[in-house]
């Protein structure tokens, strides 16, 4: 193995000035084959399916396997899709972190995986240094391939951006979607039409609305965040785009196809797992959006490369919602097993699944809360007592109860805090939590929530702590940062004992993420060590450079 390593960096040099001297592709491939014969003993890799779950920690992963085996009623099989990808791929461990610092956001870390070069937090397709990356995405296509990306977030939101995008900070989302609008992508699916439309969408009545009302029938929320009046929906169509707004429009699209299927984020997992099986669901799922994207990226001869991210894992983690986060998981194994379904019986198709970062700090854990009741045992050793733990190590039935959570802890708190100042009582919270979770609060806990909320303050577009205050959320207020999110974060807390779990944090971890992966040969031999997120890219292009 040792001596194809420089050639393996020729292959790669050979691909990258191929690009910029302009060579047709039939060129790029010309030189590929004559290499063929060096390089038979490496697997060919075709397609490259790059799968991240942001927020995805082993603990994340750990909830969906302890549902999918423990829970009394759960509606997945015993063994989930990731069961199924390593029990004929493998699985490696990569630690996250940039250069410079021990924790990394999702901006920085897609830049890293996209990349291959270390990033600077917040940043998006730009290095340490400061200047523009070329991303995976960019290689494969100047080779001729078809490349897409898919997120249940915002196309303009970090993960995707870091892809396709080479902005100063993650922020800048109508910039972002400029890049995403130049990147020439063959497919391009998400959410967060918001930073793709004119901003005189926002005037009741005007042409430009009236326009977007026929262009997008289902759309609830016409909105624009843009400071000008570019309508890159057009723009994109004007480049051989389909656009593509809710599931017939994604189903009928042909060719390159830019869809965009809600006004910022997509469906939360609870509410995709309610609506899932509703004939009359207008926005597609995350399993939909890849399959179509794999069916139209497969469609080119040389091959392809798609990023699909499940995005709101990440989300739940911030917001400390541990059925939020369950609901998220069982999203991305329904993704992860049709993208599975799709690979059986090929050999051409490497799979990499990993996450960004860790969030939440998230974990099962045993506790002095609660002590369930002694019980009789069968056997000759408890004859004469009962089997007495001394600690509580947590009811499997919980794993149920977080699956039957009705609305994700934010939307409780949108319902509670548009209530009437008069009739935004500890009584009001009782009840919406009762009636949407499996983990009911009484009137003293509600009333421990809400007193947060006269320690947030509102400036200059931002939440932020009051300034004598602190927040009562607990020992880790200073890794609460979002006070936005902080009831949510805080009705987490008061029920965690019930739950049997705990939560570390309201931001990121610098826990190691798994690396999952399935292909051909050798190909996946690179990722069963303990890597850095900057190798992933690297070996991905040098897998896709060997075909
Ligand atoms: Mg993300
Ligand atoms: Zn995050």
Redesign the pocket.
């Known amino acids: 193995m040792r001596g194809l390593i420089p050639f393996l960096l020729f292959s790669f040099v050979l691909g990258l000035s191929a690009c910029t001297s302009q060579q047709t592709t039939q060129q790029v491939k010309t030189v590929q084959q004559k290499q063929s014969s060096q390089t038979e003993n490496i697997s060919k890799i075709k397609n490259v399916i790059f799968m ?1 779950g ?2 995805m920690g082993p603990q994340q992963v750990g909830l969906l396997l302890s549902y999918a085996r423990q829970a009394p009623n759960a509606v997945i099989p015993r063994l989930t899709a990731f069961d199924h990808l390593v029990n004929d791929g493998r699985i490696g461990v990569s630690l996250p972190y940039t250069h410079d610092v021990l924790v990394i956001d ?1 901006a920085a870390s ?1 830049t890293q995986l996209a990349s291959g070069s270390s990033s600077g937090n917040e940043m998006t397709g730009v290095d340490s240094d400061g200047n523009k990356t070329r991303t995976i995405l960019e290689i494969v296509r100047d080779q001729g391939k078809a490349v897409g990306l898919v ?1 249940d ?1 915002r196309l303009t ?4 951006a870091g892809f396709a995008a080479h902005q100063r900070h993650r922020s800048m989302e109508n910039e972002i979607a400029i890049d995403m609008l130049n990147s020439d992508s063959d497919v391009l699916l998400s959410g967060g039409w918001r930073h793709w439309i004119p901003k005189n969408a926002n005037i009741a009545g005007s042409p430009e609305q009236l326009a977007l009302q026929k262009l997008m029938p289902h759309a609830k929320k016409i909105k624009s965040k843009r400071k000008d009046n570019r309508n890159l929906l057009l723009e994109a169509r004007a480049k051989g785009y389909s656009l593509a707004f809710d599931r017939d429009t994604l189903n009928q699209a042909t060719g390159k196809v830019l869809g965009l299927f809600s006004y910022s984020g997509m469906a939360n997992g609870i509410i995709e797992t309610k609506t899932k099986n509703d004939p009359n669901r207008t926005m597609p799922t995350l399993k939909e959006m890849t399959v179509k994207s794999i069916d139209t990226l497969a469609k080119n001869p040389n091959g392809f490369f798609l990023m699909v ?1 499940s ?1 709101q894992i ?1 989300w739940a983690g911030h917001q400390n919602d541990a059925a939020w986060m369950l609901h998220e998981m069982l999203k991305m194994n329904e993704t992860l097993n049709a993208v599975l379904e799709w690979m059986k019986g090929r050999d051409d198709t490497l799979l990499v699944v990993t996450a ?1 970062h860790e969030t939440g700090g998230f974990g099962f854990s045993y506790s002095g809360f609660n002590l369930p009741k002694p019980k009789k045992l069968s056997g000759e050793m408890f004859k004469d007592a009962l089997f007495r733990p001394n600690y509580n190590f947590g009811d499997p039935a919980i794993l149920d109860k977080l699956y039957q959570q009705k609305l994700v802890y934010s939307a409780i708190f949108k319902k509670y805090n548009k209530l009437a100042e008069a009739e935004r009582t500890p009584r009001a919270l009782v009840e919406l939590v009762n009636k949407n979770t499996e983990f009911p609060i009484n009137k003293t806990e509600a009333k421990r929530i809400l007193e947060t909320e006269s320690n947030l303050y509102y400036e200059d577009g931002h939440y932020s702590l009051g300034k004598k205050t602190v927040s009562r959320i607990g020992a880790n207020d200073a890794y609460y940062v979002y006070a936005k999110r902080h009831q949510g974060a805080l009705l987490a807390r008061v029920k965690a004992n019930d739950m049997g779990l705990t939560w570390s944090t309201g931001t990121h971890t610098s826990t190691p993420v798994l690396v999952f992966s399935k292909g051909p040969g050798t190909s996946t031999e690179p990722f069963t060590k303990i890597i850095h997120h900057t190798d992933i890219p690297k070996y991905l292009e040098k897998a896709m450079m060997n075909n």
């Open positions: 991240i942001d927020g999702s897609a997120s977030t939101h970090a993960t995707p991210e995005g990440d960004d």
